[in-house]
């Protein structure tokens, strides 16, 4: 059972940066690709950025990239998610999420974590 514990969530002001992290735990780190993913009130959970389990590839959503920087470090066990620019559209809860095959659609990922909240103000 891997476990992810989420972590960086806080209030930062629209333009301001926000680095989020999700340490993982059980099971083998680099055996997964990863994911973050936001969900907002009343909306569909949606895709932020994907890694392979090397960290040779990324992608991103489309309301995201140029902005957001997926990253990982499978020597901390560690994923990041660097957000710079911040919008006050980014507002949402941040939830990472491992997967055995590298793909943006959530319904594959098989652990995810607890979510952290990123509020942003304009």
């Known amino acids: 059972q891997v476990q992810l514990v989420d972590t960086g969530g806080g209030l930062v002001q629209a333009g301001g940066s926000l680095r989020l992290s999700c340490l993982a735990s059980g099971g083998t780190f680099s055996d997964y690709a990863m994911g973050w993913f936001r969900q907002r009130p009343d909306e569909e959970r949606e895709f932020v950025a994907a890694?392979?389990?090397?960290?040779?590839?990324?992608s991103y959503g489309a309301s995201v990239k140029g902005r957001f920087t997926i990253s990982r470090d499978n020597v901390k066990n560690t994923v990041y998610l660097q957000m710079n620019s911040l919008k006050f559209e980014d507002t949402a809860v941040y939830y990472c999420?491992?997967?055995?095959?590298?793909?943006?659609?959530?319904?594959?990922?098989?652990?995810w974590g607890q979510g952290t909240q990123v509020t942003v103000s304009s």
């Open positions: 999420a491992a997967s055995a095959y590298y793909t943006t659609y959530g319904n594959v990922y098989l652990y």
């Open positions: 890694i392979t389990r090397t960290g040779s590839s990324t």
